[in-house]
């Protein structure tokens, strides 16, 4: 562990599964109490000085997005044993990372003036909050840490970033390789189980809370935030829908629908859920689905060839399981895949599921792997009350061979992100956030930038 720019020795461990063998083949460090009251004392001092300068900050953030740059090597094998994706994958995550630091070391924040009269000049001002607890997921364990740490850096905070137990090897390499790039106790990288995240987010030190992770875990943060009156973003889960319109060619979009429900094997927060589609275009949409599924070589990610990994972790395994065989019960035919892989590892083969309906879970839930329900509708307005009627609300998207028809029936989607024509197309500019249990709050853009810091407004009477 990183702890205020040195290592911090581990006097307990856990073992880190790689998802491909379902074999443990490192272990973390189990950060104890002292040692994360160690880490939160130690960003509360580093914050005095960080603050003060925003040239240097900005100079530190290029320093860490050239750290990553020529960091893939080590990065990169780290996050596909760990995680599971393909390598080519990995290495995307570690270049994201790099990209989201430049972003934000290059990024405006010059003050609002508000009132330049006879009367007052009024500037909004930015100001850090201080110490960020950051507690991030598994399906992106590098590029999600990033989402926090190059904007709260920026804003002049100072880090304890916690990843999950199931990929805490990659944060902890990244926070070894950056102890150069930043001065002592600015970011500050611990691993633990679940209990840490609730350390942290109950640690008077901290005073503000960026997670990403499930609804459920989320709840549990929000109250354990809330007696400090600690500020917290919330990026949480999502049931996203993909609204097929009748004028859309399945061959068209065919293959950008499979990539945007596969993607990640299926594990990303805004991957398309359930497809919905016109009757009329049901059986050729899902053709080229099953065409798709049944062409992606699943397999380790360390091999140059696989293009979609292991689900990352047992439970998650399960629970996909679970939902892929409670739809077939309900009646839904598997029109490609269906069940896991045999053998070690935790393989499951790319799933498309028909004949199902709203009220399957697999429909209603949000299944985090690689399966697919796609469902058919007969009236546009029926369908979108469907893709609504759900407290998710992370995303979605409409595709149609009109964008503006699409743009229109995109707008009514009740979700942070309505995407026309394509999915999952997320950039260092663009906020990301959820509507209702979606989350709270937004990362990204200059708004992820503002929700790292307090408005202070000066007012200086003329
Ligand atoms: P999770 O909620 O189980 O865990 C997320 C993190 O929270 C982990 O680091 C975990 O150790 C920690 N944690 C667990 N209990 C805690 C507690 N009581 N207090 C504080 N921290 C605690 O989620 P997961 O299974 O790791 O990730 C999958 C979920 O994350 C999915 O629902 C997915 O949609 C969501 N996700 C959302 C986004 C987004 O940007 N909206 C991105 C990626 C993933």
Redesign the pocket.
């Known amino acids: 562990m990183t702890v205020g720019g040195s290592t911090a020795p581990s006097e307990a461990t856990f073992g880190v599964i790689n998802p491909a063998t379902g074999e443990v083949f490192a272990h973390a460090p189990q950060c104890t109490k002292q040692q994360l009251d160690a880490a939160f004392e130690a960003a509360t001092k580093a914050q005095i000085e960080w603050k003060t300068d925003e040239a240097l900050r900005r100079e530190a953030l290029l320093k860490v997005a050239g750290v990553l740059m020529s960091a893939g090597d080590v990065l990169n094998p780290i996050i596909t044993a760990e995680q599971g994706k393909p390598l080519s994958q990995s290495a995307i995550e570690t270049m994201g990372s790099a990209l989201w630091c430049h972003y934000y070391a290059n990024l405006d924040t010059t003050a609002q003036v508000i009132q330049d009269d006879e009367h007052a000049y009024v500037e909004v001002q930015r100001r850090p909050i201080g110490v960020v607890a950051a507690?991030?997921?598994?399906?992106?364990p590098l590029i999600?840490a990033f989402w926090k740490i190059a904007p709260a850096l920026l804003a002049g905070n100072t880090i304890v970033l916690?990843?999950?137990?199931?990929t805490p090897l990659s944060s902890l390499k990244m926070g070894e390789l950056l102890r150069d790039a930043l001065p002592d106790g600015v970011l500050n990288v611990v691993s633990g189980?679940?209990e840490l995240?609730?350390w942290?987010?109950q640690h008077p030190l901290a005073r503000k809370v960026s997670?990403?992770?499930?609804?459920?875990?989320?709840k549990?943060?929000a109250i354990?935030a809330a007696p400090d009156l600690k500020r917290v973003t919330l990026?949480?889960?999502?049931n996203d829908p993909a609204i097929i319109l009748d004028d859309a060619d399945p061959h068209v979009v065919g293959k950008a629908l499979f990539d945007a429900a596969f993607a990640n094997n299926g594990q990303v927060?805004?991957a398309i859920k359930r497809v919905y589609v016109p009757e009329a275009l049901h059986d050729e949409v899902v053709e080229v689905l099953v065409s798709h599924a049944n062409a992606a070589k699943v397999g380790d990610g360390m091999l140059a060839d696989s293009e979609l990994g292991p689900i990352n972790n047992r439970p998650q395994f399960e629970r996909v399981k679970e939902l892929v065989i409670d739809a077939l019960n309900q009646g839904a035919t598997a029109a490609a895949g269906g069940k896991a892989v045999d053998g070690s590892g935790y393989f499951f083969e790319p799933t498309i599921l028909t004949g199902l309906s709203d009220g399957t879970r697999i429909v209603d839930e949000?299944q985090?792997g690689p399966a697919l329900p796609v469902v058919s509708y007969r009236h546009l307005d029926e369908v979108i009350d469907r893709a609504n009627a759900t407290h998710f609300g992370?995303s979605g998207s409409v595709w149609s061979a009109d964008a503006d028809r699409a743009t229109q029936v995109a707008t009514r989607l009740e979700c942070g992100t309505a995407w026309v024509n394509t999915h999952l197309a997320l950039a260092p500019h663009q906020p990301?956030g959820?509507f209702k249990w979606?989350?709270l709050g937004v990362?990204n853009g200059s708004w992820g930038l503002a929700s790292f810091t307090e408005i202070q407004v000066v007012h200086r009477k003329r």
């Open positions: 507690i991030t997921p598994w399906n992106f999600l916690k990843p999950s137990p199931f189980g679940d995240g609730a942290m987010t997670f990403t992770g499930s609804v459920q875990t989320g549990k943060v354990s990026e949480l889960g999502g927060c805004s949000e985090f992370l990301f959820g979606s989350g990362e």
